[in-house]
């Protein structure tokens, strides 16, 4: 097994925006992204590929892949009113997977490649961490640089509703490629499956004669406060969207040349670095006001009910001015705790996004606090 590591320290931005299934409207629901921020939904392949780093929140040069998920938002009452206030202050890690020594032999994604997956679908439910794709661990920081974790495995997806120091949901994706199905533009489920016994390098379904690197995504909510959490589409599925950006041949590159640690298991060391270039100047966040300007006008970040429905809402999907770099202006700083804040301080921190200044969250959690990965 060979593991690659990349670890962002911010979303690149959030919109209710899906480059996979609609490119002419809004989505159905809010999504937290991950690299460039060219996540409008009329984005394309050599768009996000050619992407300048210093518009993404990559941590390497050559990987310009964009990922997403749900949105989460943190639910609670005020002033007698139910509100949803998005979970922002979120941290990332795509993990890429892959073992050369199983037939079929594995490939990197090819241009232009997608692909979506749930936590219900057939397959999730068995192999990742803690034997299923989907895992949630909320985990407190022991004074000995430990982490003492309680954590939940499979679908539904349940947030856990005791405070942390970090919660992590990890989501990885199928392997197992039908070359014959396409790269994932007109299905982008159907042409990739789990292997049969759930293992990276386990025997892949009839049909499905290629095999890619496995990705599973680990989204990190830092300080997590406990409470009620939900997702953006109401819904206790999880699922994660990838949308391939890496530098064509460059994958390819790390997969022949990057040799296995001959540690056994799902979570050899993390390896691969060598191959890759440090983002020296990556970005943040896009302000919420870029957002409503240049992609959808409506508020995402603390609202009475959440935004829903492709296609609906009050407002029509602003068309696309750019090519390649975004012309956004601004970057998103979390805003402090804001158990106190009232109503009106709550639309004031809408209403002042252009007010955002360079983000200063630390690159990772385990990394500030010296710990063990979760």
Wanted: net charge negative; glycine share 8%; hydrophobic share 25%.
């Amino acid at each position: 097994m060979t593991k690659m590591c990349l670890f962002y320290p911010s979303p690149s931005g959030h919109a209710r925006s899906d480059p996979i299934l609609n490119q002419s409207c809004a989505s159905d629901h809010v999504h937290t992204f991950y690299g460039p921020q060219n996540f409008h939904p009329n984005t394309s392949y050599e768009q996000i590929r050619d992407t300048s780093p210093q518009y993404s929140t990559s941590p390497v040069i050559e990987n310009q892949s964009l990922y997403w998920h749900p949105s989460i938002y943190e639910v609670g009452i005020t002033n007698g009113q139910k509100t949803y206030s998005r979970v922002s202050d979120l941290e990332s890690s795509p993990y890429y997977r892959w073992n050369t020594s199983t037939s079929p032999e594995t490939v990197a994604f090819p241009p232009g490649f997608r692909m979506i997956a749930f936590s219900n679908q057939e397959g999730a439910d068995q192999g990742g961490e803690g034997e299923n794709n989907l895992f949630v661990g909320c985990c407190d920081f022991t004074d000995d640089g430990e982490e003492d974790c309680t954590s939940t495995s499979g679908n539904p997806l349940i947030f856990p509703t005791t405070a942390c120091d970090v919660v992590g949901v990890a989501m990885a994706m199928p392997t197992c490629w039908d070359e014959t199905k396409g790269i994932g533009t007109n299905d982008p489920f159907g042409h990739v499956t789990y292997t049969i016994d759930g293992t990276v390098g386990g025997p892949c379904p009839a049909g499905y004669n290629t095999r890619v690197p496995q990705v599973q995504l680990f989204v990190r909510i830092v300080n997590y406060k406990g409470g009620t959490y939900e997702l953006s589409d109401g819904s206790d599925v999880f699922h994660v969207d990838f949308m391939n950006g890496w530098q064509e041949g460059k994958l390819d590159e790390i997969i022949s040349g990057c040799e296995p640690t001959g540690e056994p298991g799902y979570n050899p060391p993390c390896d691969c670095d060598q191959f890759l270039t440090t983002n020296e100047a990556p970005a943040s966040a896009v302000c919420d006001s870029d957002v409503k300007e240049y992609i959808l006008n409506e508020d995402t970040n603390i609202v009475a009910s959440l935004p829903r429905g492709t296609c609906q809402g009050t407002n029509t999907l602003i068309p696309k001015i750019w090519a390649v770099d975004p012309p956004f202006l601004c970057s998103d700083e979390p805003p402090a705790d804001d158990d106190d804040l009232s109503a009106d301080d709550e639309s004031a921190v809408d209403d002042d996004d252009d007010l955002c200044t360079d983000s200063d969250l630390e690159f990772k959690v385990n990394r500030r606090r010296g710990i063990k990965k979760l």
